[in-house]
Structure formats: C-alpha cells, structure tokens
C-alpha cells in the first residue's frame, strides 16, 4: 500500500482529474503483482546508485521539462482535457515516483520538428520518445531503448495483400510528420510519393478516403488510432524491415541527466513495462474526463477501497479483464501477418502461437504445441544449422534473429524471419517469446537479384574486349577481369590491391584522377567518359575509350571502370585518313592531295614569281594490258610505274595518281627549264622499259603533256586543261612523246570537238547499245542486280568504251541527253526482265554533271518508272565521290528526290577519290563499291585485304552494304566473303552481256 500512495502522491502538485484516475487504474495493477514485484516497483531513490554530482543536480532541479509529440497515441498525446498520456506518459510517471521530481509536458501548440529545435536550443531538459538517428545524436544523448514497434504497411481492403514497399512504387504514401520512416523511404524507396500529415489519423483518413494508396508506420500507433477514428475499411496489408527503438533524449550539454533518466529507467522492472502495455493494448483509453462523469470516477476510488475487503472477488475480476485484454491484443495480432509465440527453453518446444498461423502456414496452434513440430518441419538442409544457432544464442542471453526455410501444410517450402526475445528468471532463460515474419517474397526477390548479378557478371566475363575493373574508396583494385587482363598486362593476382594510379595511369595524370575520384565522392560529381591514353604492364601507352559508374554494396561505394581498347579503331581510322589523301594502289597523293599542293605551289610563285610546271602522264597501251593479262596484272604495273615516277623527280617534287593510268607531277621553284625537260625524258625513258608482271613481261610508253602557271594560266583548272591538250597532242603524235603546251593545240582541241559531233549523232543514229555485268549476292550465289554499261557501235572506230568518250560528253553536256537514253533504257529492261519473271535490280550509272546541272530534272525519269509500274526498288543509282564531294543544294535534292521514290543509291568507285567520311553520314548511301584497284591485289594479310576490310566494317557501322568490283579470282571472292563482303562483280562471275545474253544467263541460273 505504500508503494501505492508513494506513487500518486508524491509529487508536489495534485494531477489532472483524468490523470489521477488513471494512475489509479494503473495501481490496480501493481496491486495484483505479487509482493516481490511490488517492492521492486519501488525502490529507493538511493536504490538508482547515483553518484553525488546526479543527487546534487537532481536536488537543485525539482521540476523538468519535457518535449512531447502531442499527436502520437497511444504512446504519448494530449486529450481533449489537456491531460498528457498514453504510454510514454505511464514511463514519465515511473520516472516522477523514482526521482522524486516533477516532470511536465510543456510547449503543447509547438509541432514535433519545432520542438526538436527547442531540445536542441536547450529550451526542454528531457525528449520524450524518438528514434535515435544520426543527425540527432550531434546534439542530443539517448537512453537505450525502452520501447518498441514496428513499421507496417496499411491499406484498403479491396488492395489486398501488399507483401513489401516495392510494390508501392510510384503510388502515394501517407505518413505522419516526423516519424523516422519518412527519411528511411525517401532513401530506400525513391519511387514512392510521400505525402506527410499533421497526425496519425489525419494519415489513416487519406487512405480510408483514396486519397492516398497506403500508410506506412508503427503498428501499435495505427491500430489505436484506427480503432479512435471507428475506420473499418482498412487492414495491416504488409510488414517492412523497419524497427523503432523509443529512447528517452537529453542534450549534449546536460551528462548528468542523461545518466540520470538512464539509470531510472533501467530500474523499471520487466513486470511495470507488461502492465503499462498491457493496459494500452487492452481497453481503450479515455478521450478525458467530463465534469459529469467525476461522480463514476470517484465511485471507482470508493470500490478501490473495497478491494482490500474482497481480496479474491477482485482477483477473479482482474483475471476476466486480464483475458479480455489478452484476447484484444489476440485480435490485433491475428489481423497482422506476423505470428506472436512462446517457447521453452530447454526444448524449444511451443506453448502458444497467434491463431494467424493458422491462415499463414496452415497448420493449427495444436499442431504447433506437439513436441518437436517446430524442428520437424524446418527444411532439412538448414535444420542443424538454425536449431544450434538458436541453442547458442540462448544460453548467452542474447535476442536473436534467425532465417531459415520451412515447410508449410500445402507442402510448399517458404522462407521464415524468426525473431526471438530471450526472456530471463532469476538470471537463466526461461522462455523464449517473438515473431514469425514470411519472408519468401523478399527472399525470392533476392534470389532474383542475386542470379542478375550473376547473369552480368559472366557476360562482363565473357566479353573479350571489354575491360572491367572495381575500386574501392581509396582506388584500390576490387575486381579485374580477363579482359583487363588481356588489355593491361596484370594478372587477377597482381592487381588486386594496386591503387588505379599506381597501375595503369601515366605519371602526369595521376594527381588529376585522384581529384576526380575524390570529387565524386564529395559532390557526387561523376567522372566524365571520354577517351585517354593508360599504361600496360610494359608502360606503352594505350588509346581506350573509359568510362564510369559508381556503385553501392554493402554501404560501401565503388567505382567501376569500363574501357574499350581504341587501338584497332585508331589504326582503322588511320589507314582510312590516309585512303582519303593517298592512293591505296600505288601509295601516291591522290586528287585531293594533288589539287591541295599545286594550290600551294601556286600562291607561293605569287610571292616569288617563279613558274610552276605541271606534267600530266597517261600510259600509252595500258588498256591492253588490261584486257589481255587481267587488271591484277594492269594494277602491278600501276604501282611499278608509280615508283619508277618517284625516281625520276627531285626531293622537292610531287608525284600523284589522278586515276586510272593518269599520273600527274608538280615542278616547283624553276629557275632553269631544261630541269623540266630532263625529267620529262627520264620519263619516258623508264617507261619503256620492261615491266616484269608475274612472269609476264609488258611494254607501255607514256605521253606528256607540260604546263606552266603563270606563263599558260592564271588558275588550276585552266594550268590542268591545257596540260591535258598538251597530252592528248602527245598521243596524237604518237604516243612514248612529250609536248609543252602551245596554242596550236587548240587545233587538236578542234579534232576532239569532231568526235563530239560524231558522239551527238550516235543516239540519234541508234549507236548506242547498254551492257549489262552481273551482280552476284555472296550469300546466295545467284545473280540479284546488274550494272548498265553503256557501249558505242562507232561506224570507224568500231565498239568504243566509255572510258574513251564518257569525259566528252561532261565537258560538253551530252551527258544529259545520253543519261536520259540510259535511265529509260535500263528500267524498261528491268521492267521486261520482270515480266519474263527475273527480278533484277539494275544499277544505272551518272555523272557528277548530271547531279549538278538544273537541266537534269528528274521529275520525267520518276514519271517514266511509274508509267511502265516499276516499282523504285528495282533501280539502284550508282554516283562517284566526285559527285558527292561536290554535293550543294541540287545534288542533294536529287538524291533526296531518289530515296523518297524507294531506289538505291551505290557510291563508285570508292577509295580512288575524294573519300570524305563526312558525306558518307550525311547522305543517305545504301551501297559501297569497292574500287576493283583494291580488289584485284587482294591477297590474305595485304594492305590491299586491311583497306577492304575496314571499308565493309566502316559500311555495315553505317548501314551500308557493300559490293566488289573486278572481282577475277576464287580467291579474291573467298577472302571478300570471309570479311563480310555482301555482293560482287567482275569476270570471274562474268563479263557485261547484250541484254538478250543476260537473260539467258538468268534462264540457266533458275534451271540449276
């Protein structure tokens, strides 16, 4: 009985009505304890082992405030008669009867964030209930925890079963301002929409009402306000991860009295803690106390009295009001998906389980109470494991959590969380009490994610040109693959452990990586991917193309490197630049080169006023070595001829290929002219000689045409023109000559003009007549596309090649008229051919002229396709590089025009002009024709088979398909196909045919 009045009475004011009432409720329990619990319940203030300074301070402090969350029942709240209560307040309550002080709620109007700010300002002596985090404790100490709960998820009815937040992402949350859970989600739980609330209930509303999808927060907390509010609508639809600890807090600057409520709260017996939650989760607390209930209130106080008189009648009263709390707290357990159970010690045996285990595992609270059910149906692999694991854990005092597979009553094997409370008597384990969670979703999802991992982490291994490697914060190596390995030099053993500076980066960059990765760190500043030179083993440095991603794993950040060697695509693009200036065949300056160094040459003879020759070359009979020994022999001679060139000039000089047989050279800085003679006539002289062509022996001579700027022209195109006279006037006269430029080689220039007229009459005359050379697909091996080629039936000349008449009708626009015969000529025959049932594309070839004149309109070329119902598809257009390269608003227009009539467009002749890799991306090119230059000196480890390659790589990276010219030999045909070659053409397959042989060609092609 002292016990009991000490604790209502001992402070110095009197309590609130309500509040005196409830304490004496509460009394009714000490009451019931035995007489050990109750002397336990109150012990001396000298019982708490203060120390002097802790007795002082408390002496000099009879009244401390206290920072309340108005808002959170049932642990603490303010009713509506402005009473402080709940759970944490009973705690309070202890705290006042064991130190002998008051302590009072304060502040009631301020919000919980509001109030953190006053403990921290020093305005509060005591915080009443928070989970510790970090950013609290740099200005608050925390008790060790006195409460618990746990975080659960909330919702509808009608949502059904919502076994973890994952699958809330992306709907909204509702939780109650400044519960721990809201920072916890935002950082694990990005996706989910959190909507905070000024209370508890206010949260539950939104989702009762569809305002929100779901609430998440402690159980205890939601279940009283649920039952407040009277919401019927809602249920516990999943459980988290999340567990609060409630501490009582005291700021920094106050050690003592953190000492202080730590002491006085470790005094609070086991059996205080059970009776304050046993009456906060039995019967409903109280809103307050109405001035006409006072008259029942003190009618409780008089029938306290009587408690004493009727000693056994109030035991079995407080026995039925035991079970009902009991069966309460049965109810609330058994809506939840975590099952509450109580075992044995010695044999770990069940004395109780929650009846939801029935709806969750299948079996029935009996079955869970027979000797050795527990340990018979956990999975026999992890059996041995977790029963000595839970002995051990036991026998020294400690809570424990374990988990482990389980077999249900369907027979299906899930995954169990145990959770055990170790609880103590006399100092030894008596009984074990906790939680079973099913956790087979959280632990398939797991599964799932680990065997994602392990799917990427055999594809990283895989792939042989991708190097990998992993770092930790201080850029030690934490993983290396095969192919870092393969790249670097360093084994798996050896570079594991290295710092990334110390391995693979050149001395002068490591101080920038260093800062870059520690910057990443700091600001979450991601290092850039780009491209950077690193060190192998042998300390050659290495063009890679690095990029990065920082990973967390086990609360530790990593950073992962990705690098591709850029080695070969550096050599590629090498070879390709330089197929852009030089030659492929002969090594010799190209066009492009020529015109960029006679430009050259003639602004710097505007500064010095000395001449400039140029020297224009064609092999005389190189036609006929062609078509008697083969173009591969036609190419050797090239390149002899080539070098023989090189050692005709001085160092000064320059010697290019134009194309074909035609060779130009540049004389710069002449101030004797017989310079230019001299090597004009060691020209022809090497010329002449023999030229040994695979045990073949060819004789060619040369004519030359010489011009010089300024004394012949003022610009390029007129200094080349004339040199060109010049030659023309040389094989006119015979060839193996060379000649100066004069103006009586406008004469000869009269002569060409005759065959021009010859040439204007030959449509006319119906002299004209189209070739067609097979196109063969290397997959198949079947003839899908031919190219028209244009022959003249001259009546003196006989057949004449285009090669021979095709520049006369650019320069004098014939070309327009003879391009029109062509187009028409060709789709009538694809469109015949098609009749016939051979669907043949046919490939027409055009001029740079043609692209660029006004006068080409292609609106009567597409209107004739669609005359004879040719669909597009079957012409393909084949332009050069010249004509690309000189690409302005009418050349693209027409192509344009082209792709949007549904015909392909095949660039010519590739790598014998102008290659630009530019216009290749910004035209729409559906073909590459490789130059028969490359093809016909195709040899397996070439440079010839290197260029071929990277050609087919550079198309097919840029949605190109790829066709070979003068293909001759088997093995020329087995190489193209071998780098990925699509099509080809040359007189292996077969010579250009009449249309009527062509088509015999296709008849026997579908025969076989």
């Not at 802790?54 to 402005?82: C, Q, T």
């Not at 693959?481 to 050149?506: F, H, K």
């Not at 630049?577 to 002969?586: N, V």
Request: hydrophobic letters at 40%.
């Amino acid at each position: 009985m002292f016990g009991l009045f000490r604790f209502l009475f001992f402070r110095q004011m009197q309590p609130p009505p309500g509040q005196l009432i409830r304490q004496i409720l509460i009394s009714c329990y000490l009451l019931l304890m035995p007489e050990w619990a109750l002397t336990a319940n109150s012990p001396p203030l000298e019982s708490l082992k203060l120390t002097p300074q802790e007795a002082f301070w408390l002496n000099e402090h009879p009244v401390l405030k206290l920072d309340i969350d108005r808002n959170f029942a049932p642990y603490e709240w303010i009713d509506e008669s402005g009473t402080y209560t709940g759970i944490v307040a009973d705690y309070i309550h202890l705290l006042e009867q064991r130190l002998g002080v008051r302590i009072e709620p304060i502040n009631f109007k301020r919000s919980w964030s509001d109030g953190l700010q006053a403990a921290n300002d020093g305005e509060f002596d005591i915080v009443s209930c928070l989970v510790a985090t970090k950013e609290l404790e740099t200005y608050l100490v925390f008790s060790k925890p006195y409460l618990s709960g746990f975080a659960v998820i909330i919702s509808k009815q009608s949502k059904g079963y919502i076994d973890n937040l994952h699958r809330l992402d992306g709907k909204t949350v509702a939780i109650h301002t400044g519960h721990y859970t809201n920072n916890l989600l935002k950082r694990d739980y990005p996706a989910i929409n959190i909507v905070n609330t000024p209370t508890i209930a206010t949260a539950l509303r939104m989702v009762s009402e569809g305002s929100a999808d779901a609430f998440v927060g402690d159980a205890t907390a939601a279940s009283y306000a649920m039952k407040q509010e009277s919401i019927f609508n809602l249920s516990f639809s999943g459980h988290t991860d999340y567990q609060s600890d409630f501490r009582m807090a005291v700021n920094k600057d106050n050690p003592l009295l953190a000492s202080i409520i730590e002491k006085a709260l470790t005094s609070i017996t086991q059996q205080e803690r059970a009776t304050i939650f046993a009456y906060w989760s039995g019967p409903e607390a109280s809103s307050g106390i109405q001035p006409d209930e006072l008259v029942i209130y003190i009618a409780a106080v008089f029938l306290l009295l009587l408690v004493f008189v009727f000693w056994n009648y109030r035991l079995r009263k407080s026995e039925i009001s035991h079970r009902l709390s009991e069966q309460r707290f049965r109810e609330l357990i058994d809506t939840t998906d975590a099952i509450v159970w109580e075992a044995d010690v010695v044999g770990m045996n069940f004395n109780s389980i929650s009846a939801n285990a029935e709806r969750l595992l299948g079996y029935k609270p009996q079955d869970w109470t027979r000797k050795g059910f527990w340990q018979e149906h956990i999975h026999p692999q992890d059996r041995e494991r977790s029963i000595t694991f839970c002995h051990n854990q036991t026998s020294q005092h400690r809570d424990h959590v374990l988990e482990y597979r389980f077999c249900n009553k369907q027979g299906e094997t899930i995954w169990l969380r145990h959770m055990v409370n170790v609880v103590l008597q006399n100092k030894k384990p008596r009984w074990l009490r906790g939680l079973l969670l099913n956790i087979t979703d959280q632990k398939m999802a797991e599964q799932s994610v680990l065997e994602s991992e392990l799917r990427f982490r055999q594809v990283i291994e895989s792939l042989p040109a991708i190097a990998v490697q992993g770092y930790d914060v201080e850029r030690r190596v934490i993983y290396w693959n095969d192919a870092s390995t393969d790249l670097y030099g360093y084994s798996n053993t050896e570079a594991i452990g290295q710092r990334l500076e110390d391995l693979i980066i050149p001395p002068e960059a490591k101080e920038q990586v260093i800062e870059a990765h520690q910057s990443w760190l700091r600001s979450e500043s991601p290092i850039p991917a780009g491209e950077v030179e690193l060190l192998n083993k042998k300390g050659t440095r290495i063009p890679v193309f690095s990029s990065h991603v920082m990973l967390y794993s086990g609360g530790h950040r990593e950073m992962y490197c990705i690098d591709i060697s850029l080695s070969e695509q550096k050599k590629a693009n090498e070879r390709l630049a330089y197929m852009a200036h030089f030659d492929p065949l002969t090594q010799l300056p190209n066009r492009t080169t020529f015109y960029d160094r006679l430009a050259f040459y003639i602004k710097k003879s505007s500064r010095n006023r000395h001449q400039v020759a140029v020297l224009l070359m064609d092999l005389d009979h190189f036609k006929e070595i062609n078509d008697t020994l083969g173009h591969d022999h036609g190419d050797l001679l090239l390149k002899q001829a080539a070098s023989r060139l090189q050692s005709c000039i001085r160092d000064t000089d320059t010697v290019a290929r134009l194309g074909g047989d035609e060779f130009t050279i540049i004389i710069d800085q002449l101030d004797d002219f017989t310079i230019v003679e001299r090597i004009a006539q060691n020209i022809l002289t090497k010329m002449k000689m023999p030229f040994n062509l695979n045990h073949n022996t060819a004789y060619v001579s040369a004519s030359i045409g010489i011009a010089f700027y300024p004394s012949d022209a003022d610009s390029i195109d007129m200094l080349l023109k004339n040199a060109d006279q010049a030659m023309y006037a040389a094989k006119s006269k015979g060839r193996n000559s060379f000649l100066y430029f004069t103006p009586a080689m406008e004469e000869q220039a009269q002569r060409r003009r005759l065959l021009i007229n010859d040439l204007r009459s030959a449509l006319s005359l119906q002299q004209l007549e189209l070739f067609y050379q097979p196109i063969i697909d290397f997959n198949s091996g079947a003839v899908s596309k031919a190219e028209a080629l244009i022959r003249w039936h001259h009546p003196e000349r006989g057949l004449v090649s285009p090669d021979d008449f095709i520049s006369m009708t650019e320069e004098t626009g014939l070309i327009l008229e003879i391009g029109d015969w062509v187009f028409a000529t060709a789709i009538q025959q694809a469109a015949n051919w098609q009749t016939q049932g051979h669907h043949i594309q046919v490939s027409i070839n055009t001029s740079p002229v043609q692209f660029r004149s006004d006068e080409c309109d292609l609106k009567p070329w597409l209107a004739k396709l669609k005359a004879i119902n040719l669909d597009g598809a079957a012409v393909n257009i084949e332009i050069t590089e010249g004509g690309l390269m000189e690409a302005g608003r009418a050349v693209t227009d027409k192509l344009l025009a082209f792709k949007d009539a549904g015909i392909e467009v095949s660039l010519d002749d590739f790598g014998t002009g102008y290659s630009s890799l530019s216009y290749l991306k910004r035209f729409h090119i559906d073909y590459l024709k490789i130059d028969q230059s490359f093809v016909r000196n195709l040899q397996p480890d070439s440079n010839d088979h290197a260029l071929c390659e990277a050609i087919i790589v550079m198309a097919h990276k840029l949605d190109m398909k790829v066709i070979a010219e003068g293909v001759e030999t088997e093995q020329q045909r087995d190489l193209l196909i071998s780098a990925g070659c699509d099509f080809g053409q040359g007189f292996l397959f077969s010579k250009p045919l009449p249309a009527q042989e062509f088509a015999l060609l296709l008849d026997r092609q579908e025969r076989h």
